[in-house]
């Protein structure tokens, strides 16, 4: 039995409660702690019976390790488990498995293998109140359902440049799981594959590349999260019938930054979200594309941003009511040059609009028209856009306004546009709701 083997063996005590094992990992030796030389750990891992309780001691434990029946490991936060480097640190191959209080770092930085601080391959696990540092990726949940990701701080390789970081969280043909709570910083995406019916909620994600990136992944929702300082905010591909409300996408970086996107996705709802600050606030790229379906885009504040909201045609189907859009350089634009008539814009606020409301019932007495006229020549040239704002396009466009040199292209009109920003919506809150539908839970985890 080596020195290692030893320690384990020197059990403070094993506790029967009912049929759960508790068992507390003694203590390394001064001189193996000083020289921070890892304990093994997945002997006792595989001495363990289902149900056992592992408590571990401040200290470090070699990973990586493998766990392949159901147990609870329990770092107590001040336990360390790296795996020198190589491979995924925890790998989760059973149903039923609690990792907490854990401080996992160092995988590997192998792409192809994807190499995580906590893999799960099974079903009604929970990973919670660990952090996740120096892992390549951070949680990856592969073909694996109904199970937890709560309270977790993630950050991928630091001398990794943003481009070849891993993902912090990466869901892989999963379903019903909840990532809740979670703070990430320092990793490139959050990233929902091939995934349906799972619960995004009160994150905190920034500093990364997508905030949150949708990739044919239906019947999602994502709420209360919070994606600042990314590349992109939330981004939706090919993902329908997905729920996005009540979530602060802002300072997305760069003149691409954009706060929320949707490409080629249908019958999809952004209710009650802030959107500040970005290059565009909303992008919109073939979407809806189902036949038949929309978009409904109700009850945002779009503020701060260069362009409100931007469309990469003139693409219809898109409902923007009950919104807010203040402050932004442009409210609404075109990649070509087209308008964005054929979307629906009903009841919003526009800081821009210039009319009264002599009935006094909080509308406008006439439409909300927006015109482009000197706009046209970044619209129609991108690269001009680097001029927009400078003194000569304003004065360009206040000439084209004072005395036309042709018709203006009319980008969007809205027959009742709010004269107030605190209004009655037109469109009713909706309750609380999970996405997807009712889950069996014999583990009785769904609530911890």
């Not at 379906?293 to 469309?311: E, M, Q, S």
């Not at 350089?329 to 009264?356: K, L, M």
Request: charged share 20%; aromatic share 10%.
């Amino acid at each position: 039995m080596n020195a290692h083997f030893r320690h384990f063996a020197a059990v403070l005590g094993v506790v029967l409660l009912g049929t759960v094992a508790v068992m507390h990992i003694a203590t390394p030796d001064a001189a193996e702690t000083e020289a921070r030389v890892p304990i093994p750990l997945q002997p006792l891992i595989d001495a363990a019976e289902d149900k056992a309780v592992l408590e571990l001691a401040p200290g470090v434990y070699q990973g990586p390790i493998s766990i392949e029946r159901p147990i609870t490991i329990d770092g107590g936060g001040k336990a360390t488990i790296d795996a020198g480097g190589k491979g995924t640190v925890i790998s989760v191959y059973t149903n039923g498995t609690t990792i907490k209080n854990l401080h996992v770092t160092n995988s590997g930085d192998s792409h192809n293998d994807i190499d995580a601080g906590i893999r799960l391959e099974g079903d009604y696990n929970v990973v919670k109140d660990n952090v996740i540092d120096e892992c390549l990726f951070g949680v990856d949940i592969q073909q694996a359902d109904n199970n937890i990701v709560r309270r977790n701080k993630i950050s991928s390789k630091s001398d990794a440049t943003l481009g070849v970081k891993g993902d912090a969280i990466r869901l892989w043909y999963a379903k019903h799981n909840k990532v809740e709570n979670n703070t990430v910083t320092g990793s490139r995406d959050m990233v929902i594959w091939y995934s349906s019916e799972n619960r995004i909620a009160d994150n905190d994600v920034h500093n990364g590349r997508y905030g949150l990136h949708f990739m044919y992944s239906k019947y999602n929702l994502v709420e209360g999260n919070s994606f600042d300082k990314n590349s992109v905010g939330i981004f939706l591909m090919y993902s329908d019938d997905v729920v996005v409300r009540n979530n602060r996408m802002f300072q997305a970086l760069g003149p691409t930054g954009i706060g929320v996107g949707l490409k080629e996705t249908s019958n999809v709802e952004i209710t009650d979200n802030e959107i500040l600050y970005n290059a565009t606030g909303i992008y919109l790229d073939m979407s809806p594309f189902q036949p038949d379906t929309t978009n409904r885009i109700y009850r945002n504040t779009v503020a701060f941003n260069t362009i409100g909201a931007r469309f990469l045609t003139d693409w219809p189907g898109n409902v923007f009511i009950d919104n807010v859009f203040v402050n932004n350089i442009q409210q609404a634009s075109v990649g070509e040059f087209a308008g964005a008539t054929r979307n629906t814009w009903e009841a919003n606020y526009w800081d821009d609009f210039e009319g009264f409301d002599h009935d006094q019932n909080g509308t406008g007495d006439k439409a909300y028209t927006m015109m482009v006229y000197a706009d046209r020549v970044w619209m129609d040239v991108p690269p001009a856009a680097f001029f927009k704002g400078t003194p000569l396009l304003s004065a360009l466009d206040f000439l084209e306004r004072l005395a036309p040199f042709s018709d203006p292209l009319v980008m969007l009109q809205d027959a009742e546009p709010r004269m107030t920003r605190e209004f009655e919506a037109k469109t009713a809150s909706e309750k609380p709701a999970e996405a997807g539908v009712e889950r069996v839970d014999p583990f009785g985890i769904l609530g911890n």
